[in-house]
């Protein structure tokens, strides 16, 4: 199927062949239709997958006749809500190149940064409105934005939304739009807590399911080294001299974790930039953009600190410490491999994580092939998985796996 196939006004596809985009992907063959018909969708996708254009695409199209006529209203007309600053930024960017040759306004609002210029842009009307929660609410108490005429209203990363403690916020947004709207969830997983939220937010909706099995898995080599906990850094290091090259995603699960592998990787000469919670929009800004333009060749970051963030052409991933989510599990390899490309994803296993592994290999319905020879080996665990039972066993994990999540917030 070609981006011409789809009923996308021709300002919009000459735009999207401009951002070199050929064919729609998977996820935007299936939700860009029920999208421009005016339904209301559930998708569930993994960043990656190019689920940014799935809805931005359609949103344009949907606003773009009325564009000229209510060219002086200041009403938002749709409102993309997302977890971080980050994802806020990367979404305005694609509405920004996918709308160009419309007269459509969009801007992005979040916290960290001073609240004024964001007013002043508001003030001078915006259709498209891109917001992390806690801004959003500020500033629609403060009488900066009117919801009474929105038209569409988007959950990106609802999963991590509802991880982060914004299930509320995102209720009480909702309250303050029209009730008749188009509602659209995008959301990597879909865990009971979203099927929930979903049923209260969203009537009659279409369910597009794209999974991991279609899409990030496929074209990404995963390799698993057992070794004692004590020689992670020293594997890390032996893998980087000898192994793995290009542009590498080191994750890990603790803020300090970052910090200290962030040092030795420097004073063993390595380009390197870092992104957890703890350092300031400014900080973490500067470190995606000095990895996006090669000046640091690796990064470390924690998992909700780098989630969505779109950094392509990453070549490796390392799974320093294995998560205890296992979707969090396929959203870091997710980094890779990203539009088709192939990708190659390490992951660092001590004896204390070998139930983490199995919840992944639960999740991803096949064994993740194990390294025998590296300087640091150690005696594989004894669980052997069995293909036969992961089906069956993959419901019940993932429940379980989401019990086990933290409820304090290590990132
Ligand atoms: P996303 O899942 O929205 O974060 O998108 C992942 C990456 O895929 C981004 O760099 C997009 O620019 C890119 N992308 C989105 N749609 C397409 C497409 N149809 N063809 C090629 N790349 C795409």
Request: charge should be positive.
């Amino acid at each position: 199927m070609q981006f011409k196939e789809l009923p996308l006004h021709q300002k919009i596809l000459k735009a999207v062949a401009e951002a070199r985009f050929h064919k729609p992907t998977l996820v935007q063959r299936r939700a860009i239709p029920e999208i421009l018909n005016k339904k209301n969708v559930i998708v569930s996708a993994q960043t990656g997958t190019g689920k940014t254009a799935a809805f931005a695409l359609p949103i344009i199209n949907l606003l773009f006749d009325k564009q000229d006529v209510e060219k002086d209203e200041k009403k938002i007309k749709a409102l993309v809500i997302t977890p971080t600053r980050e994802l806020a930024i990367q979404i305005l960017a694609n509405f920004k190149s996918y709308s160009k040759y419309s007269n459509l306004r969009s801007t992005a609002v979040f916290g960290g940064v001073s609240l004024e210029p964001q007013k002043e842009i508001l003030a001078k009307g915006v259709d498209i409105l891109i917001a992390t929660p806690g801004r959003l609410i500020d500033l629609h108490m403060q009488g900066n934005i009117d919801l009474s005429q929105l038209e569409i209203f988007v959950l990106d990363e609802a999963d991590l939304m509802l991880d982060m403690g914004f299930i509320n916020d995102i209720k009480k947004i909702e309250k303050h739009c029209p009730r008749k709207k188009q509602t659209l969830l995008f959301s990597a997983t879909i865990p009971e807590k979203i099927d929930e939220l979903a049923k209260t937010l969203l009537k009659n909706a279409v369910k597009v399911d794209i999974n991991p099995e279609e899409t990030t898995a496929k074209n990404i080599g995963q390799l698993l080294y057992y070794l004692p906990k004590k020689n992670k850094t020293d594997l890390c290091l032996h893998l980087l001299r000898n192994t793995i090259n290009g542009k590498i995603i080191i994750f890990r699960r603790t803020k300090f974790g970052v910090d200290k592998l962030e040092q030795t990787l420097l004073k063993n000469g390595y380009t390197v930039a870092s992104i957890h919670g703890d350092k300031s929009q400014g900080v973490r800004n500067k470190a995606i953009e000095d990895f996006k333009s090669k000046k640091a060749s690796i990064l470390i970051a924690t998992d909700v600190a780098a989630r969505g963030i779109d950094i392509t052409n990453v070549d490796a991933i390392i799974n320093f410490d294995i998560p205890n989510v296992p979707e969090t599990y396929v959203h870091r390899i997710g980094r890779t491999g990203r539009a088709g490309k192939s990708g190659i994803a390490f992951s660092f296993c001590s004896p204390d994580e070998n139930n983490y592994i199995k919840d992944i290999e639960t999740l991803i319905e096949k064994p993740i092939k194990v390294i025998d020879e590296h300087p640091y080996p150690i005696n594989k665990p004894k669980h052997t998985k069995k293909q036969s039972n992961t089906v069956s066993k993959h419901k019940k994990s993932r429940k379980s796996a989401a019990s086990k999540k933290k409820k304090k917030r290590w990132y």
